[in-house]
């Protein structure tokens, strides 16, 4: 929800007050009734369970702290914690945000009260995108999601699965590597180049090749303009989910917008679907991710997935799997253009593990030690998600003294924990060295440790992260394997933000490839 305070302008930019007076003051008496209410019975609860609410910000009334939020919504959150403490909350209409900014703080919410805080609450944008809440992302705590998580992670991304589709990665990088060899020393939009990788492989790697090339590559052409339009509909703040009680009338059109894409986008699955289920047998590579989703039975009620959760599954994938692979391909690239010393270690690295006459293979990956410092480093200072997915305890609970009412929306600031001086030496300096020291072992993506969690943590932790860190590493190494990167001339490369759906970056990279590694003497991809 980046940019909150354009709401009030294009919410009254839409409803023009001169053309519905009736309908204007009906709203305005709807928001200040139900506003009052609200707040009224979350401070009654708050009398009987004594733990007072955190302190925060006051705002205005009825609005509540909407009109000050400004861009880059992490970083407002840095200030307001630096006034009002780890845990503070903010009204925002009549929903209650509470936002975290301490590890000892965020391990009660992942560790101590997880079972509590793995509930979530998709606001309006999200139920249409999910289908009412039957994916993995947006869906509630309970039987359904815990059922469609576990394929997910425990068998579609099983370490024998994602090495039986391997084939499928290589096939799309070998594709995208043939294009920059043609582009040699004219400039690149790393984003882009890093996005149809990206969705490209996933695509594949659920329909399994099943599909001819040409409508498989016409499908990741559909798909990149798709994702793009959703995520500028996700990101938009909407006054629905401020206020509820307006969510019926759908003033700025977000909803309508958003079930136009989804159902552009369910007709893609569909077709996908039922060309899986015409070729079933003609798959290459092993166990596709359709083939998974079409074959499941569960064992006691002999129950399979509807169209409805595959369709809301394959949304989570390639639109939640796409922004955070990229960026983080971007964000390395662009910190190894800006650390020289640190890219020539990469590439020496790469060298010796992978050797000059070869292409960069999936199984050489767990070798690049450094590699996988340089990654972790670059999660640390631009998480994809810097605040997480908000959760919404089922019940109230009481964190660090103050009370989180149920329902409210808490967002973990992992940003901020990321760069605290307590405990990080010299926090903004790009070091990937830190992640090599004995200490830092604990340091990985599995949540586990509660000042480092670019992946999130507990039950809501990433659930395509096998998957994602396979893809990173594997482009990533392969880019810098194969070619030198550099800023066009009289271009330099800057690091400033930018957060919309995802942290990135507020210009495109854009950078001059040169060959590394000759063409000639790489290994060939077999399909
Ligand atoms: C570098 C790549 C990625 C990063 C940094 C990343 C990061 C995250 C983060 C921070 C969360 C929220 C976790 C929390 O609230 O505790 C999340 C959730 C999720 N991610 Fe990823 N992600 C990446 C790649 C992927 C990929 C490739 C997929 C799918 C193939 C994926 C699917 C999901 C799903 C389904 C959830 C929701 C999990 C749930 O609510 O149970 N992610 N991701």
């Given at each position: 929800m980046p940019c909150l305070s354009s709401v009030l302008s294009s919410f009254f930019a839409i409803v023009d007050p001169r053309s519905f007076p009736p309908l204007l003051i009906c709203l305005a008496l709807a928001i200040v009734l139900s506003a009052t209410c609200r707040r009224r019975k979350i401070q009654e609860n708050e009398r009987k369970d004594e733990a007072p609410l955190p302190p925060g910000p006051r705002g205005f009334p009825v609005v509540g702290f909407l009109p000050f939020l400004v861009p880059n919504l992490h970083q407002c959150f840095m200030q307001l914690a630096r006034v009002h403490g780890p845990i503070f909350k903010l009204w925002i209409g009549t929903k209650l945000y509470v936002i975290i900014s301490s590890p000892l703080l965020a391990k009660q919410v992942v560790q101590d009260f997880d079972a509590t805080f793995a509930n979530r609450e998709p606001n309006a944008a999200a139920r249409v995108f999910s289908y009412g809440g039957k994916d993995i992302g947006f869906a509630p705590y309970g039987a359904q999601w815990k059922t469609l998580r576990k394929i997910f992670v425990r068998?579609?991304?099983?370490p024998w699965n994602l090495d039986a589709l391997y084939v499928h990665r290589q096939v799309e990088l070998a594709k995208r590597i043939e294009e920059i060899e043609g582009k040699v020393g004219t400039p690149i939009d790393v984003g882009d180049l890093a996005f149809r990788t990206v969705i490209n492989m996933i695509s594949r790697m659920f329909w399994g090749g099943t599909l001819d090339e040409h409508r498989a590559v016409q499908i990741g052409d559909e798909f990149r303009e798709a994702v793009m339009r959703l995520m500028t509909i996700i990101g938009k703040p909407n006054v629905s989910d401020f206020f509820?009680?307006?969510?019926?009338?759908d003033v700025q059109g977000i909803e309508r917008d958003m079930k136009e894409v989804v159902s552009w986008m369910g007709e893609i699955f569909e077709f996908a679907i039922d060309r899986r289920i015409a070729n079933a047998g003609k798959a290459k590579g092993g166990r596709d991710f359709m083939k998974i989703l079409l074959d499941y039975e569960d064992e006691e009620t002999g129950r399979s997935f509807s169209l409805e959760q595959i369709k809301a599954l394959l949304m989570d994938v390639v639109v939640g799997g796409t922004g955070t692979t990229t960026t983080i391909i971007v964000w390395t690239m662009t910190e190894l253009m800006v650390n020289p010393f640190a890219l020539r270690r990469v590439q020496a690295e790469l060298s010796e593990?992978?050797?000059?006459?070869n292409a960069v293979e999936e199984s050489h990956v767990p070798r690049l030690t450094y590699l996988h410092a340089v990654v972790k480093e670059t999660l640390r200072l631009?998480?994809?998600?810097?605040?997480?997915l908000p959760r919404s305890p089922i019940e109230t609970c009481n964190v660090g003294g103050y009370a989180i009412p149920k329902g409210a929306k808490v967002f973990l600031n992992v940003w901020v924990m990321h760069i605290d001086p307590e405990y990080w030496v010299?926090?903004?300096?790009?070091?990937?060295?830190?992640?090599?020291?004995?200490?830092?072992?604990?340091?990985?993506?599995?949540?586990?440790c509660p000042f480092y969690m670019p992946f999130g943590a507990?039950?809501?932790?990433?659930?395509?992260l096998a998957l994602g860190e396979r893809m990173l590493t594997y482009i990533i190494a392969t880019f810098l394997h194969l070619f030198e990167w550099e800023p066009p001339h009289g271009r330099t490369v800057d690091l400033s933000e930018r957060l919309g759906v995802v942290l990135e970056k507020l210009t495109p990279l854009v950078a001059v490839p040169r060959i590394r590694v000759h063409h000639s003497e790489k290994q060939e991809v077999g399909e």
């Open positions: 068998e579609m991304q099983s509820p009680v307006l969510a019926r009338f593990v992978v050797g000059l006459d631009h998480p994809a998600a810097p605040l997480l010299d926090p903004l300096a790009f070091h990937p060295e830190r992640f090599l020291r004995e200490g830092m072992i604990s340091a990985d993506y599995k949540g586990g507990g039950r809501r932790i990433c659930a395509g």
